[in-house]
């Protein structure tokens, strides 16, 4: 395509094209097909066009000219960036889409993942698609195994559900992890990791070390507004990961855990934040084997069988004695003070204070 010199009159009337999402593919001058508008009619429907008011026509932003701006940084101000759209159930989805049109959004986030650039504040929307474990009004939840590789370090990735669970997704296949983050500084809210077809399905998946022998960063993350339904194996897998934030996340019976570090894994997780959390009967809440530094407050912790003494072995806040100086304050338990030392355990350098249990208060490690 070469510089081109439109008339007057061309060129208002190919703006009105473009701003009705009817833009030209010949930009050849003299070329404006139809019906060519004089200058005083083009500029009135251009004035109409920015005021909605232009019968049987919506006002449309060119592709070209919303990148523009999202690269500027005035959209969102933590930096700017491509929006980028999915939306499986759209009639127009297609991973053939360049993915900024919500109108034709792509069909997996896979894709977009690959279109996202690295430390550029792109964001991934990922729209509702009406449908949940239990039963839905259309057919396709997000149902894919999708990893963040470590080269694409600063996406932000968004569920745009409506309601307090977020958008469902699944893994899709069975044993599998929904979303496995590589790069760093990610952000992941606003979704419901859930089991629907696959079985044995894990949440996230957040590695720093080395995967297929290449070195991964999965740290600095934030998850947050996030869902966790019942036939999710481990809804959070932190291996070596630090400086995360688990903030207002719901985990709903857990077939093993909540929040789990691996022992035999890279190494230990630090300075990560967890907390104003919901975690209801599941196997295990937090498994944290080698923690260190970390903060855990505010979190609720509910598991029916903890009331009995003696039953609910470990199914509180575990962290086992290779970790350090973690403070875990000002959370709520269904346990007993008699059931404290069982349900929960501490290193000896640990801080627990002010914790809420069913029937007191405690100031003491578990």
């Given at each position: 395509?070469?510089?081109?010199?439109?008339?007057?009159?061309?060129?208002?009337?190919r703006?009105?094209?473009?701003?009705?999402?009817?833009?030209?593919?010949?930009d050849?001058?003299?070329?404006?097909?139809?019906?060519v508008?004089?200058?005083?009619?083009?500029?009135?429907?251009?004035?109409?066009?920015?005021?909605?008011?232009?019968?049987?026509?919506?006002?449309?932003?060119?592709?070209?000219?919303?990148?523009?701006?999202?690269?500027?940084?005035?959209v969102?101000?933590?930096?700017?960036?491509?929006?980028?759209?999915?939306?499986?159930?759209?009639?127009?989805?297609?991973?053939?889409?360049?993915?900024?049109?919500?109108?034709?959004?792509?069909q997996?986030?896979?894709?977009?993942?690959?279109?996202?650039?690295?430390?550029?504040?792109?964001?991934?929307?990922?729209?509702?698609?009406?449908?949940?474990?239990?039963?839905?009004g259309?057919?396709?939840?997000i149902?894919?195994?999708?990893?963040?590789?470590?080269?694409?370090?600063g996406?932000?990735l968004?569920?745009?559900?409506?309601?307090?669970?977020?958008v469902?997704?699944?893994?899709?296949?069975?044993?599998?992890?929904?979303?496995?983050?590589?790069a760093?500084?990610t952000?992941?809210?606003?979704?419901?990791?859930?089991?629907?077809?696959?079985?044995?399905?894990?949440?996230?998946?957040?590695?720093?070390?080395?995967?297929?022998?290449?070195?991964?960063?999965?740290?600095?993350?934030?998850?947050?507004?996030?869902?966790?339904s019942?036939?999710?194996?481990?809804?959070?897998?932190?291996?070596?990961?630090?400086?995360?934030?688990?903030?207002?996340?719901?985990?709903?019976?857990?077939?093993?855990?909540?929040?789990?570090?691996?022992?035999?894994?890279d190494?230990?997780?630090?300075?990560?934040?967890?907390?104003?959390?919901?975690?209801?009967?599941?196997?295990?809440?937090?498994?944290?084997n080698?923690?260190?530094?970390?903060?855990?407050?505010?979190?609720?912790?509910?598991?029916?069988?903890?009331i009995?003494?003696?039953?609910?072995s470990?199914?509180?806040?575990?962290?086992?004695?290779?970790g350090?100086?973690?403070?875990?304050?000002?959370?709520?338990?269904?346990?007993?003070?008699?059931?404290?030392?069982?349900?929960?355990?501490?290193?000896?350098?640990?801080?627990?204070?002010?914790?809420?249990?069913?029937?007191?208060?405690?100031y003491?490690?578990?």
């Amino acid at each position: 395509m070469t510089r081109q010199r439109y008339s007057e009159k061309e060129s208002m009337n190919r703006i009105v094209r473009i701003f009705e999402g009817n833009s030209l593919s010949d930009d050849t001058p003299d070329t404006v097909p139809g019906d060519v508008l004089s200058e005083n009619e083009a500029l009135s429907d251009i004035t109409e066009l920015l005021g909605d008011s232009l019968p049987n026509e919506t006002f449309t932003l060119p592709e070209a000219v919303q990148r523009a701006i999202g690269n500027s940084g005035f959209v969102r101000g933590w930096g700017g960036g491509y929006n980028i759209f999915v939306a499986p159930n759209h009639a127009n989805a297609s991973d053939a889409n360049t993915g900024f049109d919500a109108n034709n959004p792509l069909q997996t986030i896979t894709q977009a993942v690959s279109i996202a650039r690295a430390d550029r504040g792109d964001t991934i929307f990922v729209l509702q698609n009406d449908g949940w474990q239990y039963g839905s009004g259309l057919t396709s939840v997000i149902s894919e195994a999708v990893t963040i590789p470590a080269d694409k370090p600063g996406i932000r990735l968004i569920g745009c559900g409506a309601g307090s669970m977020g958008v469902n997704w699944e893994a899709g296949v069975s044993g599998t992890y929904c979303l496995t983050i590589n790069a760093i500084d990610t952000i992941v809210e606003g979704f419901n990791f859930c089991e629907t077809t696959a079985v044995g399905c894990n949440g996230i998946h957040c590695h720093w070390g080395t995967e297929d022998g290449a070195a991964v960063y999965g740290e600095n993350s934030i998850i947050a507004n996030c869902f966790f339904s019942d036939g999710i194996d481990t809804a959070i897998e932190m291996e070596y990961a630090w400086y995360l934030k688990v903030v207002n996340c719901r985990f709903y019976e857990c077939d093993e855990y909540g929040l789990y570090v691996d022992p035999a894994a890279d190494g230990d997780i630090a300075y990560t934040e967890i907390r104003d959390n919901w975690f209801y009967d599941c196997n295990i809440a937090m498994s944290l084997n080698q923690a260190d530094y970390c903060l855990i407050r505010d979190n609720y912790i509910h598991n029916p069988d903890a009331i009995v003494s003696g039953s609910a072995s470990g199914e509180g806040i575990v962290i086992n004695a290779s970790g350090s100086e973690n403070m875990v304050v000002n959370n709520y338990f269904s346990c007993t003070l008699n059931n404290w030392g069982n349900f929960c355990s501490s290193t000896a350098d640990d801080t627990w204070a002010n914790n809420h249990l069913h029937d007191q208060n405690t100031y003491t490690n578990p």
